[in-house]
């Protein structure tokens, strides 16, 4: 009868990681870190190796590359990560030059296993063998087949020692197979891409024996703390599967929105939970109307979240918006970097909402954020925003978007990106010329599962914020730009109603 063994997954200590892992890493498993130069390979095992590293649990790690470790350590030192003080202790450095040199694998082999079994080390790192080895004199067939047999038998040995071992390399599985990749655990593919001033790194899961991963690229960042992953945002049911993004269903109840006649206009005021795009054009008022929507849930002891990319942080921030912020009642995401991605944000945003138990949050604009994503992932934004939406209807919070429209007259939109159908609320904001003025309109066009206004009503900005006015009577054609009066109103005087 065969045992069941519980494999111990360990904490890698690089953020986001575990979560594509499904849960950390296997212990004892072998694994490879691939990707071309400059992913970010040798920052990742080092982070890894720092992080597991403990006097119970040492590493040893051979260097293969044509320059020797401490040139290496000299620039992974200005990582957050790095300790010195573990050097030489828990974390053991062997430069295998003299054996490459010889260009005898057997060699090779023969030099990292005995290490091994003298430093007995819990973890094994080899890192880079493969640009280094295809550079030595191979042996008389010339063939390569030298190269290839000595990566599968290193493989098939760090598989059998009680460690858990990472060799790295620049190998493509996809364009490069190699029966290493047969022998190994897990494999951890790095790719980095560049369009115009913007590179993209991502990392991806190929493989990892025992355990789900999370499926495709997710996008990572190399700061001065080291590599950060930003898992791919996903949606999970109540069983804890993952599921498809979709809209969870909203509690009861409804929450004000802070705007004199909106609450009546909505049918009570916003079902709590819902998302409400809010969509006009420059100057329409739009961050106005989410600044109120926060204002309120402050004043009913709601703490809210705004992410703002409009302007810059001195500029975009009115009083009141900092009044909050100070108060500890707000929580502010206002980057200027201009290569981010959407689950960058999303990770940013949700860490966020639940630190200050916020139910509101505001996204100001989409308009904004489209430009402050890179341009990778412009090409799916769409279905970024879709996720978007999702994981923050799943939290539960209810959510504001604004959207910058072009104000056109020959077709009425909602959104320049087709998210309208994403939220379950829309309100639209447009300009109208009314006998040489020009005068501001706003209407309900949607409230998802919920009875509302149909009427199209003038609104003013004050310095108390939106005004909203009587409904307009007796015109028609307000949205086409060219308001007309109809038969009714030209048989009597009067103006606007």
């Given at each position: 009868?065969?045992?069941?063994?519980?494999?111990?997954?360990?904490?890698?200590?690089?953020?986001?990681?575990?979560?594509?892992?499904?849960?950390?890493?296997?212990?004892?498993?072998?694994?490879?870190?691939?990707?071309?130069?400059?992913?970010?390979?040798?920052?990742?095992?080092?982070?890894?190796?720092?992080?597991?590293?403990?006097?119970?649990?040492?590493a040893l790690f051979f260097t293969a590359l044509g320059e020797p470790p401490w040139k290496m350590l000299r620039y992974q030192q200005q990582f957050a990560f790095f300790a010195l003080d573990k050097i030489g202790g828990c974390i053991r450095f062997v430069h295998l030059n003299e054996e490459l040199a010889a260009g005898d694998f057997a060699r090779v082999l023969a030099r990292i296993s005995e290490e091994v079994q003298a430093f007995g080390?819990?973890?094994?790192?080899?890192?880079?063998?493969?640009?280094?080895?295809?550079?030595?004199?191979?042996?008389?067939?010339?063939?390569?087949?030298?190269?290839?047999?000595?990566?599968?038998?290193?493989?098939?040995?760090?598989?059998?020692?009680?460690?858990?071992?990472?060799?790295?390399?620049?190998?493509?599985?996809?364009?490069?197979p190699h029966p290493v990749f047969t022998v190994a655990d897990g494999i951890l593919n790095l790719e980095q891409s560049v369009q115009r001033n913007s590179m993209v790194r991502k990392i991806q899961v190929l493989k990892m024996r025992g355990q789900a991963t999370s499926p495709g690229m997710h996008t990572m960042r190399i700061t001065d703390a080291g590599l950060t992953v930003f898992p791919s945002a996903t949606v999970r049911d109540d069983s804890g599967d993952v599921a498809p993004a979709?809209?969870?269903?909203?509690?009861?109840?409804?929450?004000?929105?802070?705007?004199?006649?909106?609450?009546?206009?909505?049918?009570?005021?916003?079902?709590?939970?819902?998302?409400?795009?809010?969509?006009?054009?420059?100057?329409?008022?739009?961050?106005?109307?989410?600044?109120?929507?926060?204002?309120?849930?402050?004043?009913?002891?709601?703490?809210?979240?705004?992410v703002a990319f409009e302007q810059t942080p001195s500029r975009s921030r009115t009083h009141t918006i900092d009044d909050m912020v100070r108060a500890?009642?707000?929580?502010?995401?206002?980057?200027?970097?201009?290569?981010?991605?959407?689950?960058?944000?999303?990770?940013?945003?949700?860490?966020?909402?639940?630190?200050?138990?916020?139910?509101?949050?505001?996204?100001?604009?989409?308009?904004?954020?489209?430009?402050?994503?890179?341009?990778?992932?412009?090409?799916?934004?769409?279905?970024?925003?879709?996720?978007?939406?999702?994981?923050?209807?799943?939290?539960?919070?209810?959510?504001?978007?604004?959207?910058e429209l072009e104000d056109r007259y020959t077709d009425l939109r909602f959104s320049p990106y087709g998210s309208a159908f994403l939220t379950d609320a829309i309100v639209v904001q447009r300009y109208i010329e009314v006998e040489s003025s020009l005068q501001r309109v706003m209407a309900v066009v949607k409230v998802r599962g919920s009875a509302h206004s149909n009427d199209i009503r003038r609104y003013e900005i004050n310095d108390d914020g939106i005004a909203i006015g009587k409904p307009i009577l007796h015109y028609e054609g307000l949205f086409g730009g060219r308001p007309m009066r109809t038969v009714e109103a030209r048989t009597v005087n009067g103006g606007l109603r």
């Open positions: 009868m065969i045992e069941h063994v519980a494999i111990r997954r360990l904490a890698t200590g690089v953020p986001g990681l575990d979560a594509i892992l499904g849960g950390g890493l296997p212990e004892f498993s072998f694994n490879l870190v691939t990707g071309p130069p400059g992913a970010g390979k040798t920052t990742l095992a080092h982070q890894l190796m720092f992080a597991l590293a403990t006097p119970e649990q040492p080390p819990a973890f094994v790192f080899v890192d880079s063998f493969r640009s280094v080895l295809a550079q030595a004199p191979q042996p008389p067939h010339g063939d390569g087949s030298g190269l290839r047999m000595f990566t599968q038998q290193l493989g098939i040995t760090l598989a059998g020692w009680q460690t858990t071992s990472f060799l790295i390399g620049e190998y493509s599985p996809l364009s490069d979709k809209l969870s269903a909203h509690s009861a109840g409804r929450v004000a929105m802070g705007v004199p006649l909106l609450d009546d206009m909505l049918g009570g005021g916003l079902p709590s939970g819902y998302s409400m795009l809010v969509a006009g054009p420059s100057g329409s008022g739009k961050t106005i109307l989410s600044t109120s929507f926060l204002s309120e849930g402050v004043r009913r002891g709601e703490a809210g979240v705004i500890g009642c707000l929580g502010l995401i206002n980057t200027r970097l201009m290569d981010l991605s959407v689950d960058e944000i999303v990770q940013q945003l949700v860490q966020l909402v639940h630190e200050m138990k916020a139910t509101r949050v505001v996204i100001d604009s989409l308009s904004g954020f489209e430009l402050a994503v890179a341009p990778t992932f412009r090409e799916d934004f769409r279905e970024s925003l879709f996720r978007l939406v999702a994981v923050l209807s799943g939290l539960g919070v209810t959510v504001l978007l604004t959207s």
